[in-house]
Structures are given as C-alpha cells and as structure tokens.
C-alpha cells in the first residue's frame, strides 16, 4: 500500500510540473470521482454497472484530452502564457546598438549554472556527511559493547542488530558514493551547457561588434552628408546673395565652390547611402541571429531546469530508497525480537548459572552458658581422638623358653 501510495503522489507531481492546469484539475477530479464512486459502489451494490458505465465513459474523455495534450491541439491559460513569454519575443531594444535584453538572457543562463553549481556542492557535502555517518556507525558496532553479556535469544536478537546497524552504515556508505556520482553527472551538464553557450557567445560577440562597428561608420557618415549639405547650402546663399555685388572673377569663384561642394555632397550621399545599406544588412543578419540564439538559449534553459529538476527528484528518490533499505534492516530486527521469549532466556540463565537448590539451615538462638557445659560434658565423656577407638594394652607375658621377657609383680622386663 506505501509502495502504491508514492507512486500516486510522483504521478500528481509530475502532472504538478507540467504546469497544466485543467490537467490538474482534471486528474485530481478524476481521482475524487473514483473514490467517491468506490464509496458509492460499497454503500449502494445495486447501481454498480451504471457506476462502471459512467466511469468508463470519464475515463474515455480523459484519454481523448491525453492525446490532444501530445498533439498540441489544446491551448490552456498557462500554455498560452508560455508562448507570449519565449525569449526570442520579449528581449528587444529600441536602441539598435543596446545588448541589454541579450545581455538579461545571458545573465539569467549563468545564474541558472551558478544555481547548478551551489546543487553540485551541496550533493558534494552530503555525501560526504553520509560517508561519515556509515563509517561512525561501523566503527560502533565494531568498538562499542551492547549486550555482550545477554544471554539466549536476546543475545541473538542483539547480534542481529548489531548486524542490521552495520549494514546500514554500509549503505549510507554507498550512498554518499551515489551522490558523487549523481555531483560528477550535474558537473559534466553544467560543463556541457558552457562550452555550447561559449559558442553562441562568441558567434554573437563578433555579429555585435561588426554592427557597433558599421553603425558608427553610418553615423559618421550621416553626419558628413548633413556637414556637406550645409556646405553646398550656403554656397548656393553666397552666389545669389552676391550675384550683382562682386566682380565677375569674384562670381566665377563662386560658381566654383558651388559645384565643389555639390559634388562633395553627392559623394558623401553615396557613401551615407551604402553605409545604411550595410548597416540594414548586418542589422537584418543580427535580428536573425539574436533571434536563433534566443531560442538556443530558451532550449538550453529548458533543458537547465528539466535536468536540474530530474536530478533533484532523483536525489529524493535515492534518499527515500536509503529510508526504505534502513527500514527494511530494522524490521529485520524487530523480527528477530519477535522471537525473543523472556521465560526460555531467565530458564536458560538458571540452568547456565545455577548454584544449588538447597538454602541454608535456620538461625537459632543458642546460649551460652548452656553450650559451655554441654561442651565440657561432651569432652569428659568423649574419648580423645584416635585413642577410643583402640581397645586396652595387652600384657606381655613370657613363654617358658623365651630369655627376653620376664614378669614381677606385673611388670615386664626386656633383657638385652
């Protein structure tokens, strides 16, 4: 039942990304219904086939938006909001030589790494937290007692844990080797978008600079034009200002400067009118380019955060199944505590350690005047040891022909 339950919620957070909102709406009506309708269905058995017919029939229309949803023939609030927001439609300046919505674009893509970076790091650290962890859980159930004088089935049930501990450092181990891992693959995409967004870069510098470039040379050149058309203006003042003033020699000077300045203002015309032809052609060949690279950048964006949300929902992922594992160890030793019987373990400690079944005798009273005398009796009566036992001495008594013993008055004689 956990098992199906996050699945149910990965599948609303990926309808959640998606950004649709009557997807939501959708998916989570249809979720209620069918829990409603299964609540019906137990409350009222009668109308089940009518309640399957409905079902049926909603699910039918939910599959029939599914396929318009991949085609892309549906158009919701935020789908619509996405088109008017691409990059290539709202990072324009009415000032030919300004970069400023290229340079925003540029800025929110390094950020967007910047940001990729700072996940890197943190999974760096993680793992290396998680690696030592493990080892510190290694190492206490290596160094430090727990129960080691337990005896029976707790004993086993504490080896067991002890076991399961060990293990679970051991994954927090392979954990923070997972996670390096998972750093090491964010590096190399956030490595791979640079070197292609240095390429565009380039492409787009030297396309700025060869406008900035021409459009200086039209400005100049227009004012040039503006300079030689003020010229060949008061040229033409001065020749009819002067026309019945001065000398003929005078007038034919004049004439002279007019024409010159007429022919510099047709050169300057010419060489002002093929700057702007130039310029409109590397501005035509610039707007086409800034609008490729806005879309390349939008992609590269897209991808960004697609990757970065995957990695991130993986790291969860990984870190859910690191809980699930631990559990799982620890249920291990639950279950093995499951076994464990207080009656065998104290009945095990009694026949393992027993001394004796007999207690010792009653203390009684004794007094001791009483036991003085009954002492002194006892030794009066009682023979010393050793010598009660032996019955009484024998008589020597001498044979007729033995010369080694005699006998007076009864006492006997050795002769040597």
């Known amino acids: ?28 009506w249809l979720l209620a219904l069918g829990f409603r309708t299964q609540r019906s269905q137990r409350q009222a058995p009668g109308i089940e086939e009518e309640l399957k017919s409905y079902r049926l029939s909603v699910w039918l229309e939910w599959l029939s938006l599914c396929a318009a949803w991949g085609a892309g023939g549906l158009c919701c609030s935020s789908s619509c909001t996405m088109k008017e927001t691409l990059f290539k439609g709202n990072f324009w300046s009415t000032d030919l030589t300004s970069t400023v919505g290229y340079d925003s674009i540029i800025q929110h893509l390094n950020d967007g790494r910047k940001n990729c970076k700072e996940f890197e790091d943190f999974l760096k650290e993680r793992a290396t937290i998680e690696e030592k962890y493990g080892k510190e859980l290694i190492n206490l159930t290596k160094k430090k007692p727990c129960g080691q004088t337990e005896l029976n089935t707790l004993k ?57 470039l021409q459009y200086k040379k039209t400005v100049e050149a227009k004012r040039l034009y503006e300079q030689r058309c003020r010229d060949k203006d008061e040229a033409e003042q001065a020749v009819h200002r002067n026309a019945n003033l001065v000398t003929q020699k005078q007038q034919e000077k004049l004439f002279v400067k007019l024409a010159q300045s007429k022919s510099a203002l047709e050169d300057s015309d010419r060489q002002y009118q093929l700057n702007v032809g130039a310029l409109e052609k590397i501005r035509e060949e610039w707007q086409n380019e800034h609008t490729k690279a806005c ?122």
């Open 295 to 416: 879309e390349f950048l939008e992609s590269q964006e897209y991808e960004r955060i697609n990757y970065f949300r995957n990695a991130l929902w993986l790291h969860l992922n990984q870190l859910s199944q690191e809980c699930v594992q631990s559990d799982e160890r620890y249920e291990e030793t639950r279950r093995s505590l499951e076994m464990c019987s207080i009656e065998k373990d104290i009945e095990f400690f009694v026949n393992f350690r027993k001394t004796g079944s007999m207690p010792p005798a009653p203390v009684v009273y004794e007094n001791y005047y009483n036991t003085q005398r009954n002492t002194t009796s006892t030794r009066n009566q009682a023979p010393a040891p050793g010598i009660g036992r032996r019955g009484p001495l024998p008589i020597p008594v001498s044979g007729p022909g033995d010369p080694d013993y005699a006998t007076i008055d009864g006492y006997s004689l050795i002769h040597h």
């Open 1 to 28: 039942m956990q098992g199906g339950r996050r699945k149910v919620l990965k599948s609303h957070a990926d309808n959640r990304w998606l950004g649709r909102e009557e997807g939501r709406k959708q998916g989570g």
């Open 156 to 212: 086993r049930a504490l080896e067991v844990f002890k076991q399961q501990v060990d293990g679970v450092g051991q994954s927090h181990i392979q954990l923070a080797q997972t996670l390096r891992e998972e750093a090491r693959k964010m590096e190399d995409f956030r490595e791979k978008q640079k070197r292609h967004q240095k390429k565009l870069e380039l492409v787009m510098d030297a396309i700025h600079k060869n406008r900035n």
